[in-house]
């Protein structure tokens, strides 16, 4: 099991902080289940 802090799941989609928000998306990005956990960004 994978787990994430809710800060990084609410910086992916949010992409509020510039400092915060490409870290989040790099993970999220690169985790193998992406798609299987229904996070799309718009």
């Known amino acids: 099991m994978i787990g ?19 870290g989040a998306t790099r993970l999220i ?3 193998p289940i992406r798609g299987q956990l229904g996070l799309k960004q718009a």
């Open 4 to 22: 994430l802090d809710t800060n990084v799941l609410v910086r992916y989609p949010a992409q509020d902080d510039s400092r915060q928000s490409p």
């Open 29 to 31: 990005e690169s985790l």
